[in-house]
């Protein structure tokens, strides 16, 4: 039986409906290796490779460049050559038609849904089980929600995910007094009591770190583990450029080369990622709170906020992970913290192993959740 | 209604400061040192005052090409004006508007128009800001026997009715529309084409300044109490010709210098009031030669200063661009 | 994020700015509706429908229908901004402006530069343009030249209901007389629009895509058929960049130069007629500025020189079409380098 590999719409990410296709790496025809980069797609979120999922050759490529195609359309065809083209047409076909069948009962995306809580309004995004037990996912400065798509998407079958957008970001409320970690912890403390989560796995990147260290220590009693990407506030550096160049450049060119600081492979930065941040800048008080935030956040290349020895004194379990190449936050800030803490160096990652490493963070915070049952 | 002695004071001397304003600007453009057009407001000051002496820094006006005297009644600086109209920087308005754009927002003098008919509709548009805003100002549109036959403000009455605003129209009916007789242009009357719309009118001498001192209370507290537009057709006549530098061949050859002996306003008001006993000779001639003199320095200043520098030229086209 | 459609987004402009700011008050022709007839308040909301459901919320003070008097209501919108209110105003259809440009042009351009920058005009005029209705002639033209030829004015174009929203509230909140073109065709066009107000700032192009062999400059309703053409052509291999002025008053010179010294190929679409045009205006600038960097001559994609037809036939051949846009695409790109 000749073997006819599909090529489809990868879904990245929970709320990933549609992909564009940015550039083939084959032509078709073409000897292609399973695991070998093939095409570079593109979401509002990433843009990323899909390696080849079989090895042959390329018979059909079906998506051209600039195409956008919901997940799970085909792509492309990879066989053998001894496998016919009528062979071929017939399997699209098939697809095609299953696909067709499938579609009323398609995946309906999870989607977020606003919570108001004390004098917040939050965004959030929930996905798994209600009885599982709650991790709760704080973004760092810039971000949204979306920044723990993969992550969410990966552990929603087991756990019950909750990823809100912190205060003056994304669709949550943008006024901020101060925009220190006390007022920001004051605003998540309300969405938790809010929420009725009693105990709760914390997990926070950047800035989201250092908040979650100050939850932490202000109720130890509800926090079952403690899990921090690239954290603030765990040493003196900090790229000031990447602040300022965020919160300045308002055109898509010189913004890019800004959010290109944040991963280790600049290619993940896709045009709609830039515009996307774009877009959030101009909604009313964005700018406002995003300047009071970083005010608090850093001076210069220094930072401002502290939590190290608070969070060293923490008593539940906790990991922190890095990546090698982070050019916001040094992995130098690890040094020092194992044995007392679990921590995960990896190689070709920036600022955001949430998105370049998504496989290996799942790996290490379950881990770290099982631990802590 | 009476007037007490220092309104009376007021409105005498706001009269005579244009007079002296007007019959300079006059000398000064027969000598060849004034650049542009200016329409000058001679024999027609007991209009302005008689309507601004009501009126307070929340009320607004807007006036015709004929502009000068508005502007003087509306409490605009006359020093500043002056530097204006001969182009000069520090004028009222920087020296980019010229005598046929005088204006000064903050006074609520909301310019001399180069358009006819230019003024009816912003008079609308600030009514409603009044009464949308609650201020209680009204806003009044002088507008010409000319400017009467233009579309604009046929609408604007139209609009003020409907809208119910605190608005007053004012025709400064003088006789003619440039060259052109009012009582040919002007089909059927001012008053009736009020009527027309809706809105209560009466017609006055312009000539003199308490019959229009009166018919303007009547309209503004009308304005002021929410019932309303009203016009006020106001008959009198221009001593000087549309423009400086028109030889008024349409006119009888003695029409001016008997308006001059017989029913000029500033005349009238003197005896009216001397009579009454309300003020002394005295009094008066003193603001005649105050007035002569402020404006005789305003002129010696804008002799003197400056013309606007060439970096003036593209300022204030925007707010923010 | 929600889908909303151009019509939807301008009127959660003008609402969320209604609510922000008691001083924005809408006015126009049938901009509710209803006025003083026995039937149904609010009837119309605008003629399509754009500024329904503002009346109830606001009051018949602050959503005012008019008479049929431009050039009363329209110098009113400009007295009333000089005086405090900050005014939207409705030109029903751009193509009425005869009947009130003076207040537009001579009044509301010019007070504040006449009066030595002690006025301040913030006064918005929406205003419907462009074909493809079978209006005809006096309902379907693109008028936007003529408003930017003015000192004082500025001018927004909108191509998509995400700048439709952002341009508004902009518009609204800027201190200077804009006059805001909505393309009449486009108020069914969706796109993804916040639901929190944010304003998009003026003079601030949009390239919408990147490329590098040819750079179509588009306005309005026709940045999206140059998308459209840009998609076919890459298939051909020829890479286009997008790029959308977003207003045409202030014009951000800066980024299209830049796009076209890149590309060194240039295409402009423009609906209007050719005749002192935007069209012509950039090709201009684009000439007499980025002359070395030109690999061809400047082409533009425009309607005839003629009035917009009735007959479908006839207004379907008048309005610029993507297959146009490819042609002189092709054309500029096989143009041998300069």
């Known amino acids: 039986m000749a073997t006819i590999t599909p090529v489809v719409m990868p879904k990245w990410g929970l709320a990933m409906q549609e992909g564009t296709v940015v550039g083939w790496h084959a032509a078709p025809g073409a000897r292609v290796e399973k695991g070998q980069d093939l095409l570079d797609i593109e979401t509002s979120k990433i843009a990323n490779l899909l390696e080849a999922p079989a090895s042959g050759r390329l018979r059909r490529v079906l998506a051209r460049e600039g195409e956008t195609l919901p997940v799970g359309a085909l792509l492309a065809v990879i066989a053998e050559e001894n496998v016919s083209e009528e062979e071929i047409d017939r399997f699209v076909e098939a697809f095609e038609a299953q696909r067709a069948r499938e579609a009323p009962a398609a995946e309906k995306a999870v989607e977020p849904v606003v919570v108001e809580a004390g004098r917040w309004r939050f965004r959030l995004l929930e996905a798994g089980p209600g009885d599982a037990p709650p991790v709760l996912f704080l973004h760092g400065f810039g971000g949204d929600l979306s920044n723990w798509s993969l992550i969410q998407a990966a552990l929603a079958p087991r756990w019950r995910t909750l990823a809100p957008d912190l205060p003056g970001h994304g669709g949550s409320s943008k006024a901020l007094e101060r925009g220190d970690l006390a007022e920001l912890a004051d605003a998540l403390e309300a969405l938790i009591h809010g929420l009725g989560l009693d105990r709760l796995h914390l997990v926070g990147h950047s800035l989201g770190g250092a908040l979650a260290v100050e939850l932490a220590v202000r109720d130890p009693e509800r926090v079952l583990s403690l899990a921090l990407l690239a954290p603030a506030g765990f040493g003196p550096d900090i790229a000031g450029s990447y602040i300022e160049g965020f919160l300045r450049e308002r055109r898509p060119r010189k913004l890019r080369p800004v959010l290109e600081m944040l991963v280790a492979d600049a290619t993940l930065v896709g045009r709609e990622m830039v515009e996307e941040v774009l877009r959030f800048k101009r909604l009313d008080g964005a700018l406002e709170a995003l300047t009071r935030i970083a005010a608090r956040l850093h001076e210069g290349d220094r930072q401002r906020h502290a939590v190290r020895e608070r969070f060293l004194a923490l008593p539940m379990p906790r990991l922190v992970i890095w990546g090698a190449e982070d050019r916001i936050l040094p992995s130098g800030h690890l040094e020092g913290l194992a044995p007392a803490v679990e921590i995960l160096r990896l190689e070709d990652c920036g600022h955001l192993p949430q998105i370049e490493r998504p496989e290996q963070v799942c790996a290490a915070l379950e881990r770290l959740f099982r631990e802590a049952r | 209604m009476q007037l007490s002695r220092e309104q009376l004071l007021d409105a005498y001397r706001r009269m005579r400061l244009i007079r002296e304003f007007e019959d300079t600007v006059h000398a000064e453009f027969e000598a060849g040192n004034i650049p542009g057009f200016v329409h000058l407001y001679a024999g027609e000051e007991a209009c302005a005052v008689g309507f601004c002496l009501h009126l307070d820094d929340r009320d607004r006006i807007a006036s015709t090409h004929r502009g000068h005297g508005h502007c003087i009644a509306k409490g605009c600086d006359v020093e500043g004006m002056m530097l204006e109209i001969f182009g000069k920087a520090g004028g009222l308005c920087g020296g980019k508007g010229g005598s046929m754009h005088i204006a000064d927002l903050e006074k609520g003098m909301m310019g001399a128009n180069g358009i006819v008919g230019g003024g009816p509709p912003l008079v609308c548009g600030a009514a409603l800001a009044a009464k949308t805003l609650g201020t209680g100002g009204v806003a009044i549109a002088f507008v010409g026997d000319g400017g009467s036959n233009q579309g604009t403000t046929l609408e604007s009455y139209n609009l003020a009715r409907v809208w119910n605003l605190p608005a007053i129209f004012v025709i400064e009916d003088n006789g003619y529309a440039e060259s052109t007789s009012s009582r040919w242009a002007c089909a059927g009357s001012q008053v009736g084409r009020a009527q027309g719309f809706g809105m209560p009118g009466v017609e006055v001498d312009g000539f003199d300044f308490f019959a229009v001192w009166e018919a303007a209370r009547e309209a503004i507290e009308r304005a002021r109490a929410g019932d309303g537009p009203s016009l006020v057709h106001v008959r009198f006549m221009r001593y000087y010709g549309h423009f400086e530098g028109d030889a008024q061949t349409y006119r009888a050859p003695d029409e001016v210098a008997r308006l001059k002996a017989e029913r000029d306003p500033l005349m009238l008001f003197r005896r009216r009031v001397s009579e009454a006993g309300l003020l002394e000779e005295t009094q008066l001639d003193e603001i005649d030669g105050e007035c002569r003199a402020r404006v005789a320095t305003a002129l010696e200043r804008a002799k003197a200063a400056p013309w606007p520098g060439e970096d003036e030229l593209v300022t204030d086209v925007y707010a923010s661009y | ?338």
């Open chain 3, 1 to 338: 994020m929600a889908k909303k459609t151009y019509r939807q987004a301008i009127n959660e402009a003008l609402r969320q700015e209604m609510e922000r700011d008691p001083r924005v008050v809408l006015m126009g022709e049938d901009v509710a509706g209803g006025m003083g007839s026995p039937g149904e308040d609010d009837a119309w909301g605008g003629p399509l429908g754009v500024t329904k459901g503002l009346m109830p919320i606001f009051g018949r003070e602050r959503v005012l229908d008019t008479p049929i008097s431009e050039s009363a209501f329209i110098g009113a919108a400009v007295g009333a901004a000089a005086s405090g209110l900050r005014p939207v105003a409705e030109l029903m259809f751009v193509d009425f402006m005869g009947v009130c440009f003076d207040q537009i042009f001579n009044q509301g351009a010019k007070l504040r530069y006449m009066f030595g920058g002690k006025a301040k005009v913030p006064m918005v005029i929406r205003t419907m343009y462009g074909a493809g209705f079978r209006a005809a002639s006096q309902h379907s033209q693109c008028l936007y030249s003529l408003f930017t030829h003015i000192p004082g004015l500025k001018v927004a174009l909108p191509s998509n209901a995400y700048e439709a929203k952002g341009l508004l509230i902009q518009a609204i909140r800027d201190d200077d007389p804009v006059i805001f073109f909505e393309h009449k065709a486009m108020y069914d066009d969706e796109a993804e629009v916040p639901d929190e107000p944010y304003a998009i700032p003026f003079g601030e192009a949009n390239v919408a895509r990147e490329g590098d062999d040819v750079a179509i400059i588009a306005l309005g309703r026709m940045v999206n058929l140059a998308l459209e053409a840009a998609g076919q052509l890459e298939g051909e291999g020829i890479s286009c960049a997008v790029v959308d002025p977003r207003t045409t008053s202030p014009l951000d010179t800066e980024t299209l130069l830049e796009v076209v010294e890149e590309c060194g190929r240039v295409v402009i679409v423009d609906e209007a007629h050719p005749r002192c045009s935007m069209a012509r205006d950039i090709a201009a600038v684009i000439a007499e500025e980025a002359f070395d960097a030109l690999e061809a001559p400047v082409r533009t994609v425009t309607a005839p020189h003629a009035p917009v037809p009735f007959s479908p036939a006839l207004e379907d051949a008048y309005i610029p079409s993507t297959e146009k846009i490819a042609a002189a695409v092709r054309a500029v790109a096989g143009h041998p380098g300069g």
